[in-house]
């Protein structure tokens, strides 16, 4: 695993983010255009929680979280620069996203779309469950995929009265 430090995203980290975004999968496949993403990130996703891996004094990765989706928390976006990937930033991103989470909630969402196989592997090994898909959600064809992760149910300290 890599030295990567993550810290709340700044604003002046926007534009190498955009690039960050704009050259790669799978959002070039779903048809996001830097348009998209200087509109999103102006200068950051307003009412997210922002996160950033910098590796050796440079922006490498992105995790945006949308607090009280469902019964807990919606990671909106995770992406590793491709020239950093296979260093476990994604890893480390992820695992400080949960921690800080499981600390407020206990579930944790996030989509995968079902042509991005090494999203769904990387997810898969960090324990996430594939609960289904929905099929032509972003582009047709093709399906965005709901995982969650659990610290156990919503409700794990009431019992169910019978009426």
Request: charged share 25%; net charge neutral.
């Amino acid at each position: 695993m890599t030295d990567a430090l993550i810290r709340n995203m700044h604003s002046d980290d926007r534009d190498t983010i955009v690039q960050l975004l704009g050259e790669s999968d799978p959002w070039k496949t779903l048809g996001y255009t830097m348009s998209d993403w200087n509109r999103i990130f102006c200068p950051t996703p307003q009412g997210r929680d922002c996160y950033v891996a910098e590796l050796d004094g440079q922006v490498a990765g992105v995790a945006i979280v949308k607090q009280r989706f469902l019964l807990g928390d919606y990671l909106e976006l995770l992406a590793v620069a491709e020239s950093a990937r296979q260093n476990g930033i994604g890893g480390r991103l992820l695992k400080h996203i949960e921690q800080l989470v499981f600390e407020r909630t206990r579930n944790l969402f996030a989509c995968v779309s079902d042509f991005n196989k090494s999203a769904r592997a990387f997810y898969k090994k960090h324990g996430y469950q594939e609960i289904g898909p929905m099929p032509n959600f972003l582009i047709p064809n093709s399906a965005e995929i709901l995982l969650r992760k659990t610290a156990g149910p919503a409700r794990a300290s009431e019992s169910i009265v019978d009426g």
